[in-house]
């Protein structure tokens, strides 16, 4: 198989790699996220994700408030719309739920090297997000 140098040179992952060298998380200045409990009503979601501005929310669940999925107003409405929901069916109902299974999580700390992001694009699924502030 041949691979064309120039196409592989601009592909996404490359691109990231050059734009993000000698670069931590820490360097990238994301703004806070927001999450929310699995036990939320979606419609307590839906004005959250109108006030802060925001299409989806990080969904953890307690008592130790682990990442367990992702909201998005998409969904919910879509869900609502067709009768599979209320405005108060738990959002943990509504949820793309992330991993069940036994899959190794990779934590995702303020310094980790930005280049390696990448593969968070790829596969959401795989990986834990931590606080950037965290001192974990």
């Known amino acids: 198989m041949i691979v064309n140098e120039k196409f592989e040179n601009q592909s996404f992952e490359n691109r990231a790699k050059k734009g993000f060298a000698d670069m931590i ?3 990238l200045k994301l703004a806070e996220y927001v999450a929310i409990d699995t036990e939320m ?8 994700m109108k006030d ?7 969904v953890t669940a ?13 969904n919910i409405l879509s ?3 067709s009768n599979h929901a209320t405005s108060s069916t738990l959002v943990f109902y509504i949820m793309f739920h ?5 899959e190794e999580f990779k934590r995702i700390t303020e310094c980790i090297p930005a280049d ?8 959401l699924q795989r990986y834990e997000i931590y606080a950037l502030n965290s001192n974990t």
């Open 79 to 81: 869900r609502m719309v």
């Open 41 to 48: 009503a979606c419609k307590e979601a839906i004005g959250l």
């Open 62 to 74: 307690r008592p130790h408030y682990r990442l367990r999925g992702l909201v998005t107003m998409g």
């Open 116 to 123: 390696k992001l990448t593969c968070f694009q790829i596969s």
């Open 25 to 27: 998380v820490r360097d």
């Open 52 to 58: 802060k501005g925001f299409d989806q929310l990080l």
């Open 98 to 102: 992330f991993s069940r299974g036994s």
